[in-house]
């Protein structure tokens, strides 16, 4: 434990930080798993352009906060459109 009031309060605002970081980061992992739900049941075409705006913006928000650097985002949006793209229910609509 720290002994200086400041380190104290520190401590106190890393705590908060931390909290709403993750809560940033949870809601992005529930998006992904949504898309992987969604491609498994075969039900992207009604919900991919849903799910991939939501996913967008939620990882553009968390970039510009700070919580996502800007190379991971830009990671996470790509593989998650590579996903919903070449998933069987949007290759059968092609042929």
């Known amino acids: 434990m720290p002994n200086k009031k400041s380190a104290i309060k520190d401590l106190r605002k890393n705590l908060k930080r931390q909290l709403a ?14 898309g992987k739900k969604a491609v498994t049941e075969g039900t992207v075409e009604a919900k991919a352009k849903e799910l991939a705006h939501s ?18 985002g830009n990671r996470r949006k790509s593989r998650f459109m590579k996903m919903l793209k070449n998933s069987p229910a949007t290759k059968a609509d092609k042929k």
């Open 21 to 34: 970081n993750n809560l940033v980061k949870r809601n992005i992992k529930e998006l992904v798993k949504q």
């Open 55 to 72: 996913l967008q913006k939620a990882v553009d928000k968390a970039v510009n906060a700070g919580v996502l650097k800007a190379n991971t």
